[in-house]
């Protein structure tokens, strides 16, 4: 099992930056992925970005060049630095966590984060 919790949601005005930080407990030895997702009202949701653990990245086209997502493998850490935010950029955002290792054991599994709202308006 895996938790995620988020923080570094809330209200910032357009062109305007925030943070998000993703801490991964539980019983596992390693994640594989761990990655950001958004879901904006009345939308599905979708891939922000992705961060594997030996190091792959990428992003969603409408992020890139403004969004940078980093990873603590020691700490189970992932970060979202987002810059430049637009309206568009407002939805609930949810850590995601893909493949884990318990022992030498890989189980091909996925968890999800409660979510951090981030609104972007003026």
């Known amino acids: 099992q895996v938790q995620l919790m988020e923080s570094g949601g809330g209200l910032v005005q357009p062109g305007g930056s925030l943070s998000l930080s993703c801490t991964a407990s539980?019983?596992?030895?390693?994640?594989?992925?761990m990655a950001w997702y958004r879901q904006a009202p009345g939308k599905e949701r979708e891939l922000v970005a992705a961060?594997?653990?030996?190091?792959?990245?990428n992003y969603a086209d409408s992020v890139k060049g403004r969004f940078a997502i980093s990873r603590d493998n020691d700490k189970n850490l992932i970060y979202l630095q987002m810059n430049s935010l637009k309206p568009e950029d407002t939805a609930v955002y949810y850590c995601?966590?893909?493949?884990?290792?318990?022992?030498?054991?890989?189980?091909?599994?996925?968890?999800w984060g409660k979510g951090t709202l981030v609104t972007v308006s003026s």
């Open positions: 995601h966590a893909a493949g884990i290792w318990e022992a030498t054991t890989y189980y091909n599994v996925d968890y």
């Open positions: 539980g019983n596992f030895l390693r994640i594989n992925v």
């Open positions: 961060a594997s653990r030996t190091g792959s990245i």
